[in-house]
């Protein structure tokens, strides 16, 4: 069984889906029908509480999906590989086939999603207020509730710590500034796994105060984002020790420089710079 299935596809990118998306669709839709919306709306029918948890559920990660293809259209644009993007249990993912080849397209790429998040939380807003009569209606509550998610997901997603989008501007801010692409990436990764302990603590924090299921939740998106940082930081060290390797054909070979403000240029130029040394 494949852990992660097509639904669709956009501009050549397959969107999919990991089967587990379908326990965050059920955790959110059991939330929202057991506790937010009873407690907010509590002279709805039984079954309303279900069907507005599960219709908010199904449009709240209907816009984690725009918020993916925003990052992925802009990568487009900047003429980077976009496999696809995949839906899982935290959210969403744009897999980029490379990196932002400078830091004004890392820059633009990264602040894009939130950008989209916060014209969506933007425009719920107007229309709650403006456009649904009823505020204690169904429509009114899913509205309002997507109103609230989207704009708490851009404040999340622009927090400074790698991986998430802030700490990917912040890496393109640092890489503008000193032209060095390694230590900006150890940088935004440091400060990412500093976040996620705080996250972690967090947690922790929530269960000894007797909310277990928010505190397990909170605790184990810190460890992702952890795990997320450090990965990423040795995925940069990688690509730079490979980018440096010069095999040693000739004593008066010209020496292969590393552009650190440009990882992706390197050893691939070794062919063209021989010929012009020859």
Not at 33 to 47: E, K, N, Q, V
Not at 63 to 74: D, K, Q, R, S, W
Not at 91 to 97: A, E, M, P, R
Not at 115 to 123: K, M, N
Request: glycine content about 10%; hydrophobic content about 55%.
């Amino acid at each position: 069984m494949k852990a992660t299935f097509r639904i669709a596809r956009i501009a050549g990118m397959d969107i999919g889906v990991h089967y587990t998306l379908f326990i965050s669709f059920a955790l959110v839709t059991w939330g929202l029908a057991r506790t937010l919306y009873p407690t907010i709306y509590p002279d709805w029918a039984g079954r309303t509480f279900w069907l507005a948890g599960a219709a908010s559920a199904f449009f709240l990660f209907s816009c984690v999906l725009l918020h993916e293809m925003a990052h992925a259209f802009t990568a487009l644009a900047f003429g980077l590989p976009v496999k696809g993007i995949t839906l899982f249990v935290l959210g969403g993912v744009s897999n980029l086939g490379a990196d932002a080849r400078s830091a004004k397209g890392e820059f633009l790429i990264s602040v894009m999603g939130p950008l989209v998040s916060l014209v969506l939380g933007g425009v719920m807003w107007v229309a709650y207020f403006f456009w649904i009569g009823d505020p204690s209606q169904p429509v009114a509550a899913v509205v309002a509730y997507l109103a609230v998610v989207n704009l708490l997901i851009a404040a999340f997603n622009m927090l400074p710590g790698f991986p998430l989008d802030g700490g990917r501007v912040l890496r393109s801010v640092i890489w503008a500034t000193t032209g060095d692409f390694l230590r900006a990436t150890r940088i935004a990764a440091r400060t990412g796994q500093a976040l996620a302990l705080l996250l972690v603590v967090g947690g922790l924090a929530h269960m000894l105060l007797g909310n277990m299921l928010g505190g397990i939740w909170v605790s184990f998106v810190g460890w992702f984002l952890f795990v997320a940082a450090a990965s990423s930081h040795g995925e940069a060290l990688r690509q730079a020790r490979e980018a440096s390797k010069v095999m040693p054909l000739n004593a008066d070979r010209e020496p292969i420089p590393l552009f650190p403000n440009r990882p992706w240029q390197g050893a691939e130029d070794a062919p063209e710079r021989d010929r012009r040394a020859a």
